[in-house]
């Protein structure tokens, strides 16, 4: 009975120093992040390359989810009123 006193005096201590190791490591992880974002931004390799981008083909009318120009809806095809 004794030792199951000793543990839950302790627990609250325990779940703290659990806290505060996390807290440490996510500012050193936030640290971490931001020095490589400094050195990605530094790098001359993501300047934007003059050359440019290829142009896709268009999407077919059955996966094109804009507003027809005529006023139709999808659901009235041509087979259906």
């Known amino acids: 009975m004794g030792i ?9 201590h325990l779940l703290i120093m659990a806290g505060a190791l996390l807290v440490i490591a996510g500012i050193i992880g936030f640290v971490i992040s931001r020095k490589r974002m400094a050195e990605v931004q530094d790098d001359p390799a993501s300047d934007p390359s003059p050359e440019p981008r ?3 083909p268009p999407l077919p009318d059955l996966l094109d989810s804009r507003p027809r120009k005529n006023g139709r ?7 259906r009123r």
């Open 4 to 12: 199951i006193k000793t543990a839950m005096g302790w627990l609250p």
């Open 54 to 56: 290829p142009q896709l």
């Open 73 to 79: 809806s999808r659901a009235e095809g041509p087979g």
